[in-house]
C-alpha cells in the first residue's frame, strides 16, 4: 500500500512536470510562433510621401527577419484618420500595424473636432523608425535666394505666394504657418491630397513654396528641379549639406519636422511587441538601411514603447498651442 502510494505520488509529480514543460512550451511557441503569416502595416496616406517611403525601406527588412511578407497598405484620406479609424478597428494580434507620424498621432487630436476612434486609447506605441527634417523648397523660377528673400517678396506681394502642403492640419501645413508667425510672411494656403501631388504642382509653378520632408524632395532639389531654401533642424542635413539651417538664416522659433513610427492597436500582447522593438532597433542600425535613410534626408532612430509615448504627448502640447491660438482649422 505504501509502496503503491509512492509511485502514484511519483507518476503525479511526472504528470505536472509534463504539463508545466508543455505550458511553458506553449508559451514559448506562442511567441516564437508570430507572424505565421504576412504582416499589413497601414501608412495612411498615398505612396510616395515621407511616411510611405520610409516605411517601405524598414518593411522590407523587417519581411527578411520575420520571414513572412510584409505589406504596406496605403489607406490615405482626411488626413490620416481613414487609415487610423481602420488600425483601431483591426483585430490586436500583431498582424495589423500602423505608421503613424507627428500629424496623425500629435496634430490630429486636436485638429479634428470629431474622430471616428480615442487618439488617447486606440494605438499602442511601438517605436520610432526615423526623424524627418523639413526643407523649405521653391519653384525654381522664383526669384529668391534665401528665406529673408521669400518673406520679403511675400510681404511686398502679399497675394503672389501660396504655399502647397499634403492636406489641412498636416505637419507641413502647420510648419509653413509655424513659419509666417516667426517671419511675418504672407502666404495663402494651397492643400493637396498628399505630399507628391504638391510637390508635382510646385515643379510646374502652379504653386511657389512648400515646407516637406527632405526625404521626399531631396532627389529633386538635386537634379534642379526645386530649389531649397532652409532646413528646418537644428543642424543641417547630410542629404543637403549645403542647406542652411533656420538658426543660420537668423530665423527664430519656426523649426518644425515630422517622425514616423510604428503603432499596434491596443490590446496586442506585450511579448508581439516586444519582438517587434528589438526587430526595428536592428533593422535601423543596418548600414545599409541608415545609409539609405539617411542619404534621402531621414534620421534612421527607435526608442521605446514608454519614450515613443512621451514623444507623442510632448509634441501634442506644442502643436495644440499652435493650433488653438491661430485657430486652425481642418477644413
Known amino acids: 500500500m ?21 505550458v511553458c512550451s506553449l508559451n514559448t511557441f506562442a511567441q ?45 484620406g482626411a488626413g490620416g484618420n481613414v487609415g487610423l479609424e481602420a488600425v483601431s478597428r483591426a483585430k490586436p494580434d500583431g498582424y495589423t500595424l500602423l505608421t503613424g507620424n507627428v ?33 523649405m523648397v521653391v519653384t525654381p523660377t522664383l526669384p529668391v535666394k534665401t528665406p529673408q528673400d521669400l518673406v520679403a517678396l511675400s510681404k511686398a506681394q502679399p497675394n503672389l505666394l501660396s504655399y502647397a502642403s499634403s492636406g489641412a492640419g498636416g505637419s507641413p501645413h502647420l510648419s509653413v504657418e509655424t513659419f509666417k508667425i516667426a517671419t511675418g510672411a504672407k502666404m495663402q494656403h494651397a492643400p493637396y491630397k498628399g505630399g507628391s501631388a504638391a ?16 526625404l521626399e ?44 513610427g510604428f503603432l499596434a492597436p491596443t490590446g496586442t ?25 539617411i542619404a534621402q534626408g531621414a534620421v534612421p532612430t527607435s526608442n521605446t514603447p514608454a519614450q515613443f509615448a512621451e514623444l507623442i504627448a510632448s509634441d501634442r502640447r506644442k502643436y495644440a498651442k499652435i493650433i488653438i491660438e491661430n485657430q486652425l482649422t481642418a477644413d
Open 103 to 135: 500629424g496623425t498621432q500629435s496634430i490630429n487630436p486636436t485638429l479634428y473636432k470629431k474622430l471616428n476612434y480615442n487618439p488617447d486609447t486606440s494605438f499602442a506605441p511601438i517605436s520610432l523608425i526615423a526623424e524627418l527634417p523639413f526643407v
Open 32 to 76: 516564437a510562433s508570430w507572424p505565421t503569416r504576412a504582416v499589413t502595416i497601414v501608412v495612411p496616406f498615398t505612396p510616395g510621401g515621407g511616411t510611405d517611403v520610409g516605411t517601405r525601406v524598414v518593411a522590407q527588412k523587417l519581411s527578411q527577419l520575420w520571414g513572412q511578407p510584409v505589406l504596406i497598405e496605403n489607406r490615405a
Open 2 to 22: 505504501h509502496h503503491s502510494f509512492k509511485i502514484s505520488l511519483y507518476k503525479k509529480s511526472q504528470l505536472f512536470l509534463i504539463s508545466l514543460v508543455a
Open 199 to 214: 510637390i508635382t504642382d510646385l515643379m510646374s509653378g502652379n504653386v511657389q513654396v512648400l515646407m516637406v520632408s527632405i
Open 217 to 260: 524632395t531631396s532627389a529633386y532639389v538635386k537634379a534642379g528641379k526645386l530649389k531649397a531654401l532652409v532646413v528646418t533642424s537644428k543642424s543641417r542635413s547630410p542629404a543637403l549639406p549645403e542647406v542652411p539651417t533656420l538658426i543660420e538664416s537668423g530665423i527664430t522659433g519656426a523649426e518644425s519636422g515630422s517622425w514616423i
Open 269 to 293: 500582447p506585450k511579448e508581439i511587441i516586444d519582438e517587434i522593438v528589438s526587430s526595428v532597433r536592428e533593422v535601423v542600425a543596418m548600414p545599409e538601411v541608415s545609409q539609405q535613410l
